[in-house]
């Protein structure tokens, strides 16, 4: 891939916003969960999305976007090895800050309601703190507080700094429940309402 891509346009002639999701997967829970945040965030007609594997990503195709979803499985505790990997490459990058300002945000999937995925989360804020970028968080609020079914509930598992998703024990990548698919789907939304208010910010000033 070349480390920048043409513009395109939306229908009023405005250059479109490019926004990465870029994951690794291994059993298909956390590709799944990248397709239904890339979904929701298409809803926003003037941002151009693309699904990005993390393995064999060259750091400098990072230039062409302007925000980023992270997504790796949570091993114990933190991110995958593949997806560590990918954050060190850019490590030239960090020196000379090439990637400050742009948006951030993170998601991580796990077998345990638990299973630590907070402290995967906090890595993938680190590193974007690290490189300067702005990071948003998940603003959805928890729908089994009102009286939706826990499993079809949005923001079930309560998580604020990003998008946390339960797989369960299975091999099977496409066994997610309703409510983590409906909330892939808002999270990937608010990205790119968030990214648009920032373009809107920038084009006013």
Do not use: C
């Amino acid at each position: 891939m070349p480390a920048f891509k043409a513009q395109r346009l939306n229908s009023t002639g405005f250059i479109m916003k490019k926004l990465a999701v870029i994951y690794h997967s291994v059993n298909g829970h956390t590709e799944q969960i990248a397709g239904h945040i890339a979904s929701g965030a298409r809803e926003t007609s003037d941002v151009d999305v693309t699904l990005l594997k993390a393995e064999g990503l060259v750091p400098q195709d990072l230039l062409a976007y302007d925000a980023f979803v992270f997504g790796s499985p949570t091993y114990l505790g933190g991110v995958s090895g593949v997806f560590k990997s990918f954050m060190d490459s850019t490590g030239g990058m960090w020196k000379r800050q090439q990637l400050k300002g742009k948006l951030a945000a993170g998601f991580t999937v796990s077998a345990l309601p638990s299973g630590d995925k907070q402290s995967t989360l906090l890595s993938m804020f680190v590193f974007a703190m690290q490189h300067g970028m702005v990071w948003v968080g998940n603003a959805i609020l928890p729908e089994q507080h009102s009286g939706v079914p826990y499993e079809e509930a949005a923001n079930r598992l309560g998580s604020w700094s990003g998008l946390m998703a339960q797989a369960g024990h299975t091999l099977n990548g496409d066994t997610l429940v309703p409510g983590d698919i409906k909330t892939a789907i808002m999270f990937g939304a608010n990205i790119a309402e968030a990214l648009m208010r920032m373009t809107s910010q920038e084009v006013t000033q």
